[in-house]
Nanobody, 124 residues
Framework: QVQLAESGGGLVQAGGSLNLSCSAS????????MAWFRQAPGKERELVAA????????YYTDSVKGRFTISRDNAKNTVDLQMHSLRPEDMAVYYC?????????????????WGKGTLVTVSS
């Protein structure tokens, strides 16, 4: 399994930007598809964005399309989530996840590994 650690969360005003980063260790990072999820208080965890092991295919949930960008650097074992035009409804704990099955991620199957999460707070 791969171990994941998120960073980059914090407080930002609505309309602002944040860049989340997830660092991986312990296994062959390039063999994993990666994803960012978020969970707001009282809500279920939802898939925000995903990227294949090679970075050639990405997925975004509708509410973040055009505002968020997922990218990965297999040389550095990192996956980033650039977030722009943040809205109060983007406020949540953001989690990094890894799994070998990219399409399984999109279908809601379980992830092999999870990070502990990083909090994003958006003030209106």
């Amino acid at each position: 399994q791969v171990q994941l650690a998120e960073s980059g969360g914090g407080l930002v005003q609505a309309g602002g930007s944040l860049n989340l980063s997830c660092s991986a260790s312990g296994d062959t990072f390039r063999s994993y598809a990666m994803a960012w999820f978020r969970q707001a208080p009282g809500k279920e965890r939802e898939l925000v964005a995903a990227i294949t092991w090679g970075g050639d295919t990405t997925y975004y949930t509708d509410s973040v399309k055009g505002r968020f960008t997922i990218s990965r650097d297999n040389a550095k074992n990192t996956v980033d989530l650039q977030m722009h035009s943040l809205r109060p409804e983007d406020m949540a704990v953001y989690y990094c996840g890894a799994d070998h099955n990219y399409y399984g991620i999109l279908r809601g199957f379980g992830m092999s590994s999870w990070g502990k999460g990083t909090l994003v707070t958006v003030s209106s």
